[in-house]
């Protein structure tokens, strides 16, 4: 059984930053990939960004490539999101997820087995 804990979320003004945390306890599977996901209200999950406890290779939707960043500390089962010149429309409930998705599948929120209970992030223009 794998739980995992958001923390890092608040209120910052356009352009700020923020770092999420995600402590993973028990065991992640090698083959498994970590992500990132949001959810604004009124709209769908939607994946922003991945990285495959393998590989260390990372995936990102366009409207964050180049802003946010995905880490992981493999010794504190810790997985981070770092996030850069924030806009408004990043405003969301921000989720971390752990599961068997692959490259062509990362954005998938069906292909995570294990979920955070969220950490809002609300961005101010």
């Known amino acids: 059984q794998v739980q995992l804990v958001e923390s890092g979320g608040g209120s910052v003004q356009a352009g700020g930053s923020l770092r999420l945390s995600c402590a993973a306890s028990?065991?992640?599977?090698?083959?498994?990939?970590m992500a990132w996901f949001r959810q604004a209200p009124g709209k769908e999950r939607e994946g922003v960004a991945a990285?495959?406890?393998?590989?260390?290779?990372?995936d990102y939707t366009d409207s964050v490539e180049g802003r946010f960043t995905i880490s992981r500390d493999n010794a504190k089962n810790t997985l981070y999101l770092q996030m850069n010149s924030l806009k408004p429309e990043d405003t969301a409930m921000y989720y971390c997820?752990?599961?068997?998705?692959?490259?062509?599948?990362?954005?998938?929120?069906?292909?995570?087995?294990?979920w955070g209970q969220g950490t809002q992030v609300t961005v101010s223009s």
């Open positions: 028990g065991y992640i599977i090698r083959g498994y990939c």
């Open positions: 990285i495959y406890i393998g590989s260390g290779n990372t």
């Open positions: 997820a752990t599961g068997p998705a692959y490259a062509g599948s990362w954005y998938d929120q069906f292909k995570y087995r294990y």
